[in-house]
Nanobody, 115 residues
Framework: QVQLVESGGGLVQAGGSSRLSCAASISIDYFDAMDWYRQAPGKQRELVAT???????NYIDSVKGRFTISRDSAKNTMNLQMNSLKADDTAVFYCRTTWLNVEYWGQGTQVTVSS
């Protein structure tokens, strides 16, 4: 069993920054990859960014150049640095991973960007 707990987020002004963290209950080195997803009101959940065990990253086009995903094995955390935030970034952000063919999600953290 793996637990993922997100932290960070909250209310931020457009153009501002916010940093999310996802703490895992076991070593994140067990995971081939970890993801950040988000779900805006009335929209489907979408994949925002992925980081592999080796540190390779991938982003959706709408956040490229603004968001940075990272991982810290020593702290068993994955992070998402979000800069130049826009109102369209308002969503609940979730971290996700799979381990031994089981999918795990965090409980989500709200990010609200005021314009």
């Amino acid at each position: 069993q793996v637990q993922l707990v997100e932290s960070g987020g909250g209310l931020v002004q457009a153009g501002g920054s916010s940093r999310l963290s996802c703490a895992a209950s076991i070593s994140i080195d067990y995971f081939d990859a970890m993801d950040w997803y988000r779900q805006a009101p009335g929209k489907q959940r979408e994949l925002v960014a992925t980081i592999t065990r080796g540190g390779r990253t991938n982003y959706i086009d709408s956040v490229k150049g603004r968001f940075t995903i990272s991982r810290d094995s020593a702290k068993n955390t994955m992070n998402l640095q979000m800069n130049s935030l826009k109102a369209d970034d308002t969503a609940v952000f979730y971290c996700r991973t799979t381990w031994l063919n089981v999918e795990y999600w965090g409980q989500g953290t709200q990010v609200t960007v005021s314009s």
